[in-house]
């Protein structure tokens, strides 16, 4: 079983930053996994925000969010982060990470095996 938590999200004017973070627990999680970030608004599909890979050294954004967003990860503390700037008030949604094993950048929800609560980021205009 693997755990996932976000936290960090919240209410931000637009311009604004905020940086989300995912902790990571469980018997069979593994720091080779995958990760990804992403997100969903009311009222519309869960979107692909951010992957990355196992070691850092692979990252893969949405165009949405390229040059604002930066996704990272720290595998001794077992959590990945996002780090969200210059927000708008499309950047509106729940934000989820997922997790999965592998070897590529995936950016389909179906192709990860798990799934955090989610957190809440409100851009205001």
């Known amino acids: 079983q693997v755990q996932l938590v976000e936290s960090g999200g919240g209410l931000v004017q637009a311009g604004g930053s905020l940086r989300l973070s995912c902790a990571a627990s469980?018997?069979?999680?593994?720091?080779?996994?995958?990760m990804g970030w992403f997100r969903q608004a009311p009222g519309k599909e869960r979107d692909f925000v951010a992957a990355?890979?196992?070691?850092?050294?692979?990252?893969y954004y949405a165009d949405s969010v390229k040059g604002r967003f930066t996704i990272s990860r720290d595998n001794v503390k077992n959590t990945v982060y996002l780090q969200m700037n210059s927000l708008k008030s499309e950047d509106t949604a729940v934000y989820y990470c997922?997790?999965?094993?592998?070897?590529?950048?995936?950016?389909?929800?179906?192709?990860?095996?798990?799934w955090g609560q989610g957190t809440q980021v409100t851009v205001s205009s």
């Open positions: 997922a997790a999965r094993s592998g070897a590529y950048l995936y950016i389909k929800g179906r192709e990860y095996d798990y």
């Open positions: 990355i890979s196992w070691n850092g050294g692979s990252t």
């Open positions: 469980g018997r069979t999680f593994s720091s080779y996994y995958v």
